[in-house]
């Protein structure tokens, strides 16, 4: 059984910073990309940024320039730093990843989502 463990959330004020953790753990042959989404209340869940097993990454258009996403591929851990914080970055932060759990197989899991509250 696969699992995403996040840490990392937490109450800051605007332009402060926080570092976000997500760790996956149990039967896991490869990992072929990790990501962080974000659902802040009344809205969809939205991608903000993902990171491939080569270092591809990709992030949304309101988080260039502030987030950065790195990964930890010994580990199976990804991170999220996050600076320059807004209000409008809000949100429940939720990892995402793309595991093979055994050879020939390929499923997506969620983590349980960790809250981010930037007041202002």
């Known amino acids: 059984q696969v699992q995403l463990v996040e840490s990392g959330g937490g109450l800051v004020q605007a332009g402060g910073s926080l570092r976000l953790s997500c760790a996956a753990s149990g039967s896991i042959v490869s990992i072929n990309v990790m990501g962080w989404y974000r659902q802040a209340p009344g809205k969809q869940r939205e991608l903000v940024a993902i990171?491939?097993?080569?270092?591809?990454?990709n992030y949304a258009d309101s988080v260039k320039g502030r987030f950065t996403i790195s990964a930890d591929n010994a580990k199976n851990t990804v991170y999220l730093q996050m600076n320059s914080l807004k209000p409008e970055d809000t949100a429940v932060y939720y990892c995402?990843?793309?595991?093979?759990?055994?050879?020939?197989?390929?499923?997506?899991?969620w983590g349980q989502g960790t809250q981010v509250t930037v007041s202002s």
């Open positions: 990171i491939t097993d080569g270092g591809s990454t």
């Open positions: 995402n990843a793309d595991i093979r759990p055994v050879v020939g197989l390929r499923y997506n899991y």
